[in-house]
Structure formats: C-alpha cells, structure tokens
T-cell receptor, first 115, second 112 residues
Framework: AQSVSQHNHHVILSEAASLELGCNYS??????LFWYVQYPGQHLQLLLK??????LVKGIKGFEAEFIKSKFSFNLRKPSVQWSDTAEYFC?????????????FGTGTRLKVLA | NAGVTQTPKFQVLKTGQSMTLQCAQD?????MSWYRQDPGMGLRLIHY???????DQGEVPNGYNVSRSTTEDFPLRLLSAAPSQTSVYFC???????????FGPGTRLTVL
C-alpha cells in the first residue's frame, strides 16, 4: 500500500538552529509532493510543493525542500528556525495515476522551537 | 473569498446521536475531501468528491456518509456517533486534479 513516513515525530530546537525533517514515500510512479504546516489551533496551510523540474523547491517563510527521486524522499529544510516556526509539519504525496484522487499524508512532525 | 468554511467549530455528541458537519467553498473547486486528524496518525481520508453528484470512499469511510449536490457544499454525516469518532475533522478543496489542497479550519468533535 502507498504510504508516507515521517520518521521524526517530535523535534525540539533552539532558535537559529538548522532544521531538517525527513519524508519518505512508497510509490513507484510519478508523484506530486507537498509540505503543509499547522500552527497551534489553526488549519493546515501549504508550505511548498513539487510537481516537476528543479528538485529543490522554495516555499514560504524561508523553507525549502529537496526531492530525491532515487531515495523516494522529500525532506524539508530551514537554515535558521524561529520561535514562530513552532508547529506541526505534514508531508503529503499525490500519486499522479489517472483516475485516482487521493492525497496520502504522513503522521506529522511536531516542532518546538525554544526562544 | 472566504475559502473553505466549516461549521460547527466544536461539537459534543452522545453515543448513537447523528449529526452533519458542514463544509463549503467559494473557489469553484471541483474536488473536495473530508479528513479526520488523530494524534500520531496524521490525516486520514474519509470520503472525497470529484464533482457535483460524484463521491467515493477514502481510507476510513465506515460510519460516515457524504453527498455533493452542488459544487460549493460537501456535508459529512455521522449516522450513529461512536466514541471512536472523536476527532478533529478537516474539509479540503482542490482546483484541478493534482494541485494543492486548501483546508478549512476544522471541527473538533467529541463523542461521549
């Protein structure tokens, strides 16, 4: 079955530390990839997305992610986190098989940034 | 645009009661979905719709019904609430087949 794995369930960092959150998926075909963020008490918002082209994509608030096809990975990075980045982060995969419409979400990573 | 709206924001039900969670979007998106979010389990797809009059089951459809009579509205019905349905429910919509989803603010449901 198709699945998305986020290996880090909880991450605690100090402000200005660098961040990398892992995301791996199991699907052999073409996919669209997404990272969403959920701030405390809020709904999910799109951070960035990858459809095709340059595998390094930049999103909002200084986040970026790199798609490595050979590793089925789409890791999220930020060089220097801020206290306001405290949130839960979800990786999502959308297989582009025609006739289906299903986004598969990872279980999420809770990030806490200490001031 | 209001985007994706959901009502109510909070709801407490007793076991066996029924209710409808409302979802509406004003972006003329073809695709709409319902998810439930549980701690440690991420978002799981309940039902989705690819257009008015067309719905299909997701990963966890049991105990839920949906209908899509208009492009704008996609209500989720709990037929006979159970404590296992205690969760946060999110509605989402998408323009086109492969684009990003836009999420509503969620409904926090507790079933006693």
């Amino acid at each position: 079955a198709q699945s998305v794995s986020q290996h880090n369930h909880h991450v605690i960092l100090s402000e200005a530390a660098s961040l990398e959150l892992g995301c791996n998926y199991s699907y052999g075909g073409t996919v669209n990839l997404f990272w969403y963020v959920q701030y405390p008490g809020q709904h999910l918002q799109l951070l960035l997305k990858y459809f095709s082209g340059d595998p390094l994509v930049k999103g909002i608030k200084g986040f970026e992610a790199e798609f490595i096809k050979s590793k089925f990975s789409f890791n999220l990075r930020k060089p220097s986190v801020q206290w306001s980045d405290t949130a839960e982060y979800f990786c999502a995969v959308r297989p582009t098989t025609s006739g289906t419409y299903k986004y598969i979400f990872g279980t999420g990573t809770r990030l806490k940034v200490l001031a | 645009n209001a985007g994706v709206t959901q009502t109510p924001k909070f709801q407490v039900l007793k076991t066996g009661q029924s209710m409808t969670l409302q979802c509406a979007q004003d972006m003329n998106h073809e695709y709409m979905s319902w998810y439930r979010q549980d701690p440690g389990m991420g978002l799981r797809l309940i039902h989705y719709s690819v257009g008015a009059g067309i719905t299909d089951q997701g990963e966890v459809p049991n105990g839920y019904n949906v209908s899509r009579s208009t492009t704008e509205d996609f209500p989720l019905r709990l037929l006979s609430a159970a404590p296992s349905q205690t969760s946060v429910y999110f509605c989402a919509s998408t323009r086109g087949t492969y684009n990003e989803q836009f999420f509503g603010p969620g409904t926090r449901l507790t079933v006693l």
